[in-house]
């Protein structure tokens, strides 16, 4: 012992400790994020962000019967997401990964969504341009969520309708979350809205659009003119479904044109 206590081997024997903890408590990965020019947050780099909101989102099975028996109970281990998701200054982590064609696409689609909420409206100007390169990502799932998080910031609307109409047409989470994206509609997506509310092959899509085209024009009293002509040309509908769920919306906004399309059937 007292041999380590002299200068000349103590401090080695310091840096090899520190070195073994380091590697031990994942500051390798620290090590390799630097060396490799990640983004950091909260002092770890992408690569330990991109692991830690894939165990967060795709729950594992549990390790142990311990673990399995504590679940049962309802004491579940990593509750929470990881701060790297709704945290400001983590985003350039987050487009970072984003960004990584290669990555986890269930990573960089939940990345997409995080990026409409709170993140997007600090630093729209640096959201968008990375959303905008999302829509050209080489997964339909990524895309889709990429368009609807466009849609919900109600920036370049155009670009994002196809992906959100595409993503209705889909099922499990892109679904949902174009639900969400189409009820948040704004004056900007009247011409996608239009398009799906009269061309729409799925009934439960032009029902949809028709009701978020009802939500705008409440919300946005100007745009009322103009969403009454979609859903009188709405009421032509082949489908008596449709022409009766039209005149229903109708009837909220403008009641005299309900009654004279009712009393012209």
Known sequence: MKTLLRPRYFYPFLLGCLLFFGFLFDGHKSIVGHWRGEAFFAGRPSSYWN???????????????????????????????????????????????????????????VIAAALSEDVAGRARDVVTPALVAALDDKHVSVRCTAGCALWMMETQVD???PFVLEALEMGGSERIGAMVALLKAGPPAIPTLRRAALKSKDRFVRNLAADSL?????RHPETKDEIVSILVERCNDANIFDRLHAKKALSDLDPEMAKKLAVAD
């Not at 795709?58 to 281990?77: D, M, Q, T, V, Y």
């Not at 997401?81 to 960004?99: I, K």
């Not at 009802?214 to 409440?218: D, G, I, L, Q, S």
């Open 214 to 218: 009802t939500k705008v024009a409440k």
């Open 51 to 109: 692991e830690a909101i894939h165990a967060y989102f795709h729950r594992a099975p549990p390790h142990s019967k311990i673990e399995e028996w504590l679940n049962r109970i309802g004491i579940e281990f990593n509750r929470q997401p990881p701060a790297v998701v709704y945290h400001p200054d983590g985003l350039p982590v987050l487009l970072e990964l984003l960004a990584d064609s290669d990555g986890d696409v269930e990573v960089r689609r």
């Open 159 to 161: 670009l994002a309708g």
